[in-house]
């Protein structure tokens, strides 16, 4: 479909990102219309998110200080073409907007109200992993410490691998291969680890503990000073079962990077992937599903063997959903050791009961809990907020796993930053910032995908 009126001087070409656009008579509503799709958008919106004058506002101009619907679109018309095209809006307030095409295509999915009638939007479909499915991609240390190459490149390799960790169709692990030999004194005593180095060369830097210090690695041993310290303390004995479970989970704000490095000895890790695990249980039991993500919980633990005794606990469901939604996963807290009791209702709390029985057991099938020989010199990489990870059993000591975690706000900025380096090329930066990340990557893909890239 392409608008016979509103597209100014430019005779649109099928390669354009906008083929057309209009305004309703009153000016209330602004119709643009994509190759793919058309989308219409309200005009007090595209007035609300306009960033002619910069990102930040003041009091005369912050959107709560300004009545709805008292602002209207007078012109709409299209100029300039490929990456640089954009949406050009006079306001009946005396002000003008340009719109980039790619930044209006990219947010329209959210806020617009979809017109194409002839095809839906295409849908992914994220239903996680199971076992038979998953393969964990393998990515090499030189790939993230190369001998020679221009911060450009490194940056391209490190949006790929953080696609890969925190995408929402992607496996949510990575292995890293080709590792140097480790310096074993290094590597017990928590310093100049091989998997902090890795996490600090894709994230910029690690969780700070506020005993350990930073830049220190915690280690699941069977013979260092920590398991000497940890002897009869629940929840530290490395040669029990350990179920899965998220780290951090009963901190208010859990980290949501973490890597695992083996330095000696063997086990049987887990890993298991919540989209698949909720998926199933939606299918099955769908009221059960409900419960889970609504019960809260207690979660809570007392760290004796540190000089003055941490005591940490918090309270929330098990499943959070992104901001404003009831079935995008942002994040699964879960840690069947440290979980106290739920806190449900009186009327609500058998149901929610069975719903964290029935997740427990769907994670715990063989379709879906990965089973795997964790050695010494193997790196997982993986996200916290959608994998949960477990051991099995110790199969050889002495035993020793060094780990190490990223807070989730260092992992959300540093992602957000290699995206904005990347798009600021083709829409001025002004137009990035109050940009969900969910559509900073959808920009990334449509400039990527482009034809005038090629050229
Ligand atoms: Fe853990």
């Given at each position: 479909m392409a608008f016979a009126n509103g597209t100014g001087s430019i005779e649109p070409k099928p390669s354009d990102i906008i083929l057309g656009c209009k305004k309703c008579t009153h000016g209330n509503k602004v119709t643009v219309d994509f190759p793919d799709a058309v989308f219409t958008f309200h005009a007090q919106w595209l007035h609300d998110a306009r960033c002619d004058d910069g990102a930040s506002k003041n009091a005369a101009t912050a959107i709560c200080q300004q009545p709805i619907s008292t602002v209207h679109?007078?012109?709409v018309q299209l100029s300039s073409r490929g990456a640089s095209m954009t949406l050009d809006v006079t306001w009946d307030d005396g002000l003008a907007s340009k719109f980039p095409a790619i930044w209006l295509r990219a947010m329209a999915p959210l806020v617009a109200r979809f017109d194409s009638p002839e095809a839906a939007l295409k849908q992914s479909g994220v239903q996680g992993w199971l076992v038979d499915t998953l393969k964990i991609p393998e990515i090499s240390y030189h790939e993230i410490f190369p001998e020679e190459a221009e911060k450009e490149d490194l940056d391209n390799i490190t949006i790929n691998i953080l696609d890969q960790l925190l995408g929402k169709s992607a496996?949510?692990?990575?292995?890293?291969?080709?590792?140097?030999?480790?310096?074993?004194?290094?590597?017990?005593?928590?310093?100049?680890?091989?998997?902090?180095?890795?996490?600090?060369?894709?994230?910029?830097?690690?969780?700070?503990?506020?005993?350990?210090?930073?830049?220190?690695?915690?280690?699941?041993?069977?013979?260092?000073?920590?398991?000497?310290?940890?002897?009869?303390?629940?929840?530290?004995?490395?040669?029990?079962?350990l179920l899965p479970h998220s780290d951090h989970a009963f901190y208010d704000n859990p980290i949501q990077v973490q890597g695992f490095y083996g330095l000696e000895g063997e086990s049987e890790n887990t890993w298991v992937s919540v989209l698949a695990i909720l998926a199933t249980l939606k299918q099955e039991s769908p009221d059960l599903y409900e419960h889970l993500c609504k019960a809260p919980m207690a979660l809570g633990r007392v760290s004796r063997f540190y000089g003055d005794p941490l005591y940490q606990a918090t309270v929330d469901t098990a499943i959070t959903m992104e901001p404003g939604s009831q079935d995008r996963v942002k994040r699964v807290r879960w840690h069947p050791n440290l979980t106290g009791s739920l806190l449900s209702p009186y009327d609500e709390y058998q149901k929610a009961r069975l719903a964290h029985q029935k997740f427990d057991e769907i994670m715990r099938r063989d379709t879906h809990q990965l089973k795997l020989i964790f050695k010494p010199g193997d790196l997982y990489i993986w996200d916290n907020f959608r994998l949960l990870h477990g051991r099995e059993r110790v199969l050889e000591v002495p035993r020793t796993g060094v780990g190490q975690t990223v807070p989730e706000q260092v992992v959300h900025d540093r992602y957000r930053a290699l995206h904005v380096d990347v798009l600021k090329k083709y829409v001025d930066e002004r137009w990035l910032i109050h940009m969900p990340m969910r559509q900073l990557r959808e920009m990334l893909r449509l400039v990527k995908g482009h034809y005038w890239l090629d050229g």
């Open positions: 679109a007078e012109t496996p949510g692990i990575v292995k890293i291969i080709d590792l140097p030999d480790p310096n074993i004194e290094d590597e017990r005593n928590h310093k100049n680890n091989i998997n902090t180095q890795v996490l600090k060369r894709l994230f910029g830097s690690v969780f700070v503990h506020p005993i350990r210090g930073s830049d220190q690695t915690f280690n699941v041993s069977s013979h260092s000073d920590d398991a000497k310290r940890a002897v009869g303390i629940p929840n530290y004995d490395t040669t029990q079962l």
